[in-house]
C-alpha cells in the first residue's frame, strides 16, 4: 500500500513540476489549448502530461488520454500524417491513419497550431527507448483548431467558430453574387430599353420622312 501510495505521489509532484516549467510557453496560452483543457475539465477529467515520461503512463502498450498541440505535419506515401505532438511534458512523433482526415471530417482541422484530444492511444516501441504514437479515428475525440476562439464554439466535430465564419463568408458570397447578377441583369433590361426607344425613334423619324415624299 506504500508503494501504490508513493506512486500516486511522485505522478502528482512529476505533473506540478511540469506545470510549473510550463511556465509562459506561448503554445499553452493559445485559444486552441484554452479550449481544449476547458472542454476535457467540463468533461470531468484533467490535462496532464505524458508524452515526456511515456514509460509512466504506458499501460498495456496504450496512453489512456493525450492532449496535445500539433507542432509538424507532413503526408507520407500512404496519404497517413506524420505528426509531431506536443503536451505539458514534452513531444512526440506519431502517425494519423488517412480515414481521420478522409472519413473523419478533420481534414482542414489538423493543422500546425490545433490541438488534439485523443484517448486510449495504441503506442508502437520498436525499442525501449522509442515510442510513436498510432493514432485512428476512434482515438480521435475532439480537434481545437489553430483559430479556436474559447467561448465562440465547440472546437471540432465542428470547429465552433471557425465552421460559423465559413458558412458567414459562403453565404456573405451568395448575396454578393446573387446582386452582381441583378445588377448585370438590370443594366442589359435598361440599356434593352433605351434601345428599344431609340428603335421607336429611328421608326417614327423613317415614317414621317416618307410621309413628306
Known sequence: ???GDDSVLSTQEYMKQVVEDVGEDEDFNSGSWVGATEYVKANGGIVSGCLGDIKTFLKNGKL??????IKSCSLNALGDLI?????LSGTLV????????NEGGYGEEIIIGSVIILSNISVFSPNPSMHYLNITKKNVVKVFHK???PGNGNG????GMLMEEKKIIKLVEEE???DLELHVCGKWLEKGRQQEKEDAKHE?????FHETI
Request: hydrophobic residues 50%; without cysteine; charged residues 20%.
Open 94 to 101: 506519431g502517425s494519423i491513419h488517412y480515414k481521420v482526415i
Open 176 to 178: 454578393e453574387i446573387a
Open 156 to 159: 471540432v466535430g465542428g470547429s
Open 147 to 149: 483559430d479556436f476562439v
Open 204 to 208: 417614327r423619324q423613317f415614317l414621317g
Open 64 to 69: 489512456k488520454q493525450v492532449v496535445a498541440i
Open 1 to 3: 500500500m506504500k508503494v
Open 83 to 87: 505528426v509531431t505532438v506536443k503536451d
